[in-house]
């Protein structure tokens, strides 16, 4: 009886480190019944949607913060606090960015079901980013999976989204099978789910070491699937180019930043001894170099992801290389081991989201018009929609990493980090694939500015709130490339995990 009411006590208390995810799942409820009662209103769900991120994120502030609840299986600190912010403000970008979506407005569909998912799929990255259980994890990144996959092929009568949509699943599917393989391998070597147990049972008990290299790789490689890393991208330029581009742009941003925060979490509450030098270096408990095996990672995928972008005409294949090499420069600083790298990785992926989001938008305003999106099609746009082209422009450097964009100081923090971690290779493969994006982003704006310019054509004129939106990201990308302290001491501070 004494363990019903301690169990009681526990989720009463925990209800309240839970408000966050509670007012995403009355928000889910709440689209779920208007879209039965509001089907014709197209666009309900979206302020559904909105109205429920807006209640997360005000309650994110008010919340405790470094407390466990669900007996020990959720945390809330300011790590996840900063990923979930990415998260809400990139879904509110998101729904602004698919009220002018040619494919999803220009088509007869209901999409009551499109802001649902969404809902649902942000709760699935909420879950993930506080899981300290390795069950509860796998249940978060399969909610953020099945909803992701419905999305992708949601523009169900454009056979390329269905094709994206099954290629999605077939892959998801089997990165998932080798996820939950690991945990049980892991499971049976250590007796607990629990990933901070594990690190003490790791730290007091010998594990076989290749059935314990195997476990981790197996539950690594799930991780690397949510990521794009190389060489689990094989989904991503199928899906990034099947899916609609709103979708696209969700997946190269909320989906990759939510991995990459279940990937440090479960490395740094698993792998890593409590020592005095914590700030400096994680000192890893296995005899395992793990540092190796996630740089390897990272010169991989920036490797591979710029080596193929090369050869893109499709823009938004393009996009898609480009995100997985993002992902390689973003691995950079999860590789260093320590809270330098992690606060170089929030930064990162902040930046990310402003500069990435505001290229696909622009992208999408491009095809909304013209029809296409093969880069070849944009030739003279600078001359048709100057103010369009000048800001993607913006966006395009800032992805190269040219001051004075806040690109410049996202690349120049984590290649700082791998440098102060005597990963000097690691920097030098990141600067030369730096050079290598120069190549494929310069394409666009040549083909925009240069090629073209003689062939007089009409001037193109695009919805007044996307050019808002992508104006403000713009302003947002210059004046964190001038003015960043509040990003890096924001970072700063939330790179300290809490680990019980």
């Known amino acids: 009886m004494l363990e019903i009411l301690g169990f009681v006590e526990d989720i009463q208390k925990s209800l309240f480190l839970f408000l966050p995810e509670v007012f995403l799942v009355v928000s889910l409820i709440l689209a779920i019944l208007s879209d039965l009662f509001f089907k014709r209103l197209k666009f309900f769900n979206a302020y559904v949607a909105l109205v ?14 470094d407390q466990v609840g669900f007996l020990n299986s959720f945390v809330v600190d300011n790590f996840s606090i900063f990923i979930k912010l990415i998260i809400l403000l990139t879904n509110v970008i998101i729904i602004l960015m698919s009220f002018n979506s040619k494919e999803l407005t220009h088509n007869k569909l209901s999409l009551g079901e499109f802001y649902t998912f969404l809902i649902g799929m942000t709760f699935g990255m909420f879950l993930v980013t506080g899981s300290l259980n390795l069950i509860l994890i796998y249940l978060a990144v399969e909610t953020m999976s099945i909803s992701s996959y419905i999305l992708a092929g949601y523009t169900k009568e454009i056979k390329r989204s269905s094709e994206a949509s099954l290629k999605y699943v077939i892959f998801g599917a089997v990165s998932s099978g080798l996820m939950i393989y690991g945990i049980s391998l892991l499971f049976g070597l250590t007796g607990s789910l629990n990933i901070v147990e594990i690190n003490k049972i790791l730290q007091t008990s010998p594990i076989p070491s290749l059935a314990f290299f195997i476990s981790i790789i197996l539950i690594l490689m799930g991780f690397a699937y949510k990521i794009s890393a190389v060489p689990f991208h094989f989904w991503t330029p199928d899906v990034y180019e099947g899916a609609p581009i709103t979708i696209t742009a969700y997946l190269s941003v909320a989906s990759k930043v939510a991995g990459f925060a279940v990937l440090i979490r479960f490395v740094r509450s698993t792998l890593v001894a409590e020592t005095s030098a914590q700030q400096e270096i994680w000192t890893l408990i ?24 090369l050869w893109q005409n499709n823009l938004k294949r393009l996009l898609a290389y480009s995100s997985i090499a993002h992902a390689g420069y ?6 260093v081991m320590n809270q330098t790298g992690v606060a170089s990785v929030l930064i990162y992926s902040f930046i990310y989201m402003i500069m990435n989001l505001g290229a696909f938008i622009c992208a999408m305003l491009i095809a909304n018009e013209i029809n296409s999106e093969d880069i070849n099609d944009i030739e003279g746009l600078g001359y048709r929609a100057p103010v369009l082209s000048a ?27 791998v440098i102060d971690a005597g990963l000097i290779w690691l920097a030098v493969a990141g600067v030369v694939n730096s050079v290598i994006s120069l190549y494929y982003y310069v394409k666009i704006m040549r083909n925009m500015f240069i090629r073209g310019i003689e062939v007089e054509k009409e001037p193109i004129t695009f919805p007044a709130l996307n050019l808002v939106v992508i104006f403000l990201l713009s302003i947002f990308t210059l004046v964190f490339g001038i003015y960043f302290s509040p990003i890096i001491n924001w970072a700063n501070f939330s790179a300290n995990i809490f680990v019980k």
Request: charge should be positive; avoid cysteine.
């Open 52 to 65: 429920g991120f807006f209640a997360a994120g005000i309650s994110l502030f008010y919340i405790p913060k």
């Open 286 to 309: 296995s005899s395992i170099d793990w540092t190796f095996v996630i740089s390897i990672l990272s010169f991989l995928s920036m490797t591979v992801g710029n080596i193929i972008a």
């Open 391 to 417: 800001i993607f422009s913006i966006f395009l450097f800032s992805l190269i990493g040219l001051p004075p964009t806040a690109g410049f100081i996202a690349k120049f923090y984590v290649f700082s980090a």
């Open 330 to 335: 973003i691995l950079m600083g999860v590789a």
